[in-house]
């Protein structure tokens, strides 16, 4: 797909650069070495490419493959007290390569550069029409954080939002068995002496390696799979559904809770969801002006902010009368591509005579699905019945 | 009677029908959120992704008995290495599960129920800052000495010795397996 990229793409300057991302479980697997290889590989072909930035963490390897590859200097910024190096984005620019070579996707770049992110710096790159070969640890996914972290007992502060692991044309899994990872720290190959037994007491212990090996494996099955979708349908009569595909990769789910006890199904659910869609999910609660909550509603509130936070969830408080358009204005605000809702109160009086609140929201946010969760123990006993 | 006397009974009668469908809630839709206000509140903890079903039947009956909200509450365990308001989506992917099985099950048997998931350093740091949040009047524990999802017995002695509730530690009984589960969820959820 590469050669097809660059053959077709870049004698027209004004068409978006092509990304292609090493992603792997982490540090050592390898990432850094293959990018550069494949860097070798354009160049031999007869592209022009630079490494826009490199870290070998001290790996001789990693330096010793990376000879032959023409590289812009990192530039040195002031920051506090210290001067730190950081990569030259407008010197970049300038060079204006056919392909570019950028290590460490998700690094936080020091302020008083163009951009705080460096994802950013590579968004900047692809629309100069560049084509971006760079690198990323499974665990830096912002939807992937709290997982890995539990998971592995590590939190990563340097993140990236999937769209852009998303927005990738190419995702390239670079695959180790754990064993061989440890064999690879162990020989001095990931860290210099003086930090192995500290990484092998922390994080590269063989049940996070393996853990963490299957969360990379499943992302970028899941990837491949959004990915087929979206070609298989280009070209025919649903192209509209394949305009829309990309964005499943991102969905986000919205629940509108309540503070009494049954809410809390729901919210189970809508994470369940979220889980199974790789998906975030947002919790909203719709106060109506000047509602006092009586005890028992204040407990259930809380109970709910602490089973937000203990899911990861991200609960919002607003307040107003007008619950379809207070829906309506957060979920546009957070791309909610699914609003779960509960069983509805009985409607009393002239309650009766308005329009339900599901229609309402789907007519308020067309294109978003809004499911109704029942409750489940309600169903006739069939197969499973009564629990054992 | 006369034509228009039945007419007018006709009417009067059409009239209440109406203004009683009109103001009454439909039948059959009353829902679980209005039988749930105050009443006695009894605790059921758990740690892991099955709790003894000898506990939960003893809730039931207490529950039955004392008109009683049955409130089940995961215990989950933060590592130290990890701040205390971490999201332990890995936890709870086992204990979701199960306190949707314990809720469709006491739902359907007609218990109120109003779940609870407590965070801590270990499952006895949980169930403390639990019980400092709220009141509840009974707590129910299975001695478990696996702790496959009750409580160990340090747990259980620091229990009685702190919480001012009554509390009920069932025995462990070998020759009893039962236990409810993550398979007993009916459906996804």
Known sequence: ?388 | MSAGAVVAIACASALLGIAAGYWLPPHGLRLARNRIQGGRRILLPFTGEEISRRSFEAAVRLAKAENAIIMPAFLARVPMNLPIETALPVQCAGGMPLLEAIEQSLTSQGVPVDSRVGRGRSARDALRKLLQQEHFDRIIVSADEDQRGGLGYDDLRWLLARVPAEILILRPAPEDTRRISVEAVRGHF
């Open chain 1, 1 to 388: 797909m590469r050669h097809r990229v660059v053959a077709v793409g870049l004698a027209v300057s004004a068409r978006r650069g092509h990304l292609k991302v090493f992603i792997g479980m982490a540090a050592g697997v390898g990432k850094t070495y293959r990018m550069l290889v494949e860097g070798h590989a354009e160049q031999e072909a007869g592209h022009d490419v630079v490494i826009g930035l490199l870290e070998t963490h001290g790996r001789a390897d990693t330096a010793r493959v990376a000879e032959g590859l023409p590289m812009v200097p990192r530039r040195r910024v002031r920051y506090r007290d210290t001067v730190v190096e950081e990569m030259d984005l407008p010197m970049i620019l300038r060079r204006a390569p056919e392909i570019c070579l950028i290590d460490e996707l998700a690094h936080t770049n020091v302020s008083g550069t163009e951009h705080a992110k460096r994802f950013e710096d590579i968004e900047a790159v692809l629309d100069a029409g560049i084509d971006v070969l760079s690198t990323l640890n499974v665990q830096h996914l912002e939807s992937l954080n709290d997982h890995i972290t539990e998971l592995s007992g590590v939190r990563v502060r340097e993140t990236i939002p999937d769209a852009i692991l998303a927005r990738a044309e190419e995702v390239v899994l670079i695959d180790l068995t754990p064993e061989a990872l440890l064999d690879r720290l162990r020989a001095g190959k990931v860290y210099p002496a003086g930090r192995i037994d500290a990484a092998l007491n922390n994080f590269f212990k063989i049940e996070n390696l393996s853990a963490l090996r299957e969360v990379a494996l499943r992302q970028v099955a899941e990837e491949v799979g959004a990915k087929r979708l979206t070609t298989e349908l280009v070209g025919s009569r649903e192209e509209s559904l394949a305009a829309d595909a990309p964005q499943a990769v991102g969905e986000r789910l919205l629940a509108l809770v309540e503070p009494y006890p049954g809410t809390q199904r729901l919210v189970r659910r809508a994470w369940r969801s979220a889980q199974r869609l790789s998906a975030s999910l947002d919790l909203l609660w719709v106060r109506l002006p000047g509602k006092e909550l009586s005890g028992d509603e204040q407990r259930s509130l809380a109970a709910l902010r602490q089973l937000a936070s203990v899911l990861g969830a991200r609960m919002f408080e607003e307040e107003s009368d007008d619950l379809p358009g207070a829906v309506a204005e957060l979920a546009g605000r957070r791309g909610t591509t699914y609003i779960l809702i509960g069983r509805s109160r009985p409607a009393r009086g002239l309650g009766r005579l308005r329009t339900p609140l599901p229609q309402r929201l789907m007519q308020r946010l067309p294109g978003v699905d809004v499911r109704i969760v029942a409750e489940r123990s309600l169903r006739p006993s069939g197969e499973n019945g009564e629990p054992s």
